[in-house]
């Protein structure tokens, strides 16, 4: 069971939202590049998220260029999962090998400091500010495997294979 605070932010909301193209060079330095992690679309985010956190998105969340660090220094920051309508693809998978659950379901009945309790197996966003439960399409158990260890690389070396 996860739970915090959602962060919400609208659609559209881009891998140079994320990480932006002007920090390029700290991606040699993770923790740095997460201490600026979504700030040109808030820039007090980073400062203000704590462990167990959510980052709660719109449409279209991650979309633009493949930087796998993108939803890396999201989970450095604490995030433990992203919530979104949708999200691009590449930004998902590299969310999940990474070890950062990301969640499709509706983010309308989600406002930002809502406090939020996530039930990853089950399927369910339980909105405990509002009392409200939203529903999302449970993690497939091969994709649960991966991220209870940490994403794909620690799931590899620790099992030595992988059986979808």
């Known amino acids: 069971m996860l739970k915090g605070r959602a962060f919400k932010f609208g659609d559209n909301i881009s891998t140079d939202h994320i990480v932006p193209g002007r920090l390029a060079h700290l991606r040699s330095n993770l ?54 309508k949708s999200v691009a693809r590449i930004f998902f998978r590299n969310a999940i090998n990474r070890g950062l659950p990301v969640l499709i379901c509706d983010t309308d009945k989600i406002k930002d400091g809502d406090e939020l309790e996530v039930d990853m197996a089950s399927g369910n966003v339980k909105n405990l500010t ?35």
């Open 31 to 84: 923790p740095e590049l997460a201490k600026h992690v979504l700030e040109d679309a808030d820039p007090d985010f980073a400062s203000k998220v704590q462990p167990g956190d959510f980052v709660v998105g719109g449409s279209n969340f991650g979309l633009g260029s493949s930087r796998e660090h993108a939803p890396l220094v999201i989970k450095m920051a604490g995030v433990s999962a992203v919530l979104a």
């Open 130 to 164: 509002t009392g409200k439960d939203i529903s999302f399409k449970p993690i497939p158990d091969f994709m649960l495997n991966i991220l209870n260890e940490g994403g794909l690389v620690p799931y590899i070396t620790k099992h030595g294979d992988f059986k979808a």
